[in-house]
């Protein structure tokens, strides 16, 4: 069974800086990539926020670029998701998925995932 389990949420103040994990069972890192998104209040999911899809590949979304950073400890099967500098308007649900190796052209299309997890509330205080 494949689970995706993201952890790592919380209130933190602007400017201050959290770490996100997925944990990711039932599948190989070689078979699917791992993309970030998240869901404000009353707004539309955004994402992908970044997506490491190769060893010479990293897609970051423009308005988290230098802020977030995506990491993978295959050791662990957990992806991370580092930010800093956070802004109360990254206040969000943030969810991990996964991206089939066969759909990477699609990896902007959040249809193109196949398995997603239940989220994690990070709230940015000003």
């Known amino acids: 069974e494949v689970q995706l389990v993201e952890s790592g949420g919380g209130l933190v103040q602007a400017g201050g800086s959290l770490r996100l994990s997925c944990a990711a069972s039932g599948f190989s890192f070689d078979d699917y990539a791992i993309g970030w998104f998240r869901q404000a209040p009353g707004q539309e999911r955004e994402g992908p926020l970044c997506?490491?899809?190769?060893?010479?590949?990293?897609y970051y979304e423009d308005f988290v670029k230098g802020r977030f950073t995506i990491s993978t400890d295959v050791a662990k099967n957990t992806v991370y998701l580092q930010m800093k500098s956070l802004k109360p308007e990254d206040t969000a649900v943030y969810y991990c998925?996964?991206?089939?190796?066969?759909?990477?052209?699609?990896?902007?299309?959040?249809?193109?995932?196949?398995?997603w997890g239940q989220g994690t509330q990070v709230t940015v205080s000003s």
């Open positions: 997506i490491d899809l190769s060893d010479d590949y990293t």
């Open positions: 998925a996964a991206l089939s190796h066969y759909r990477y052209s699609d990896f902007d299309e959040p249809t193109s995932y196949d398995y």
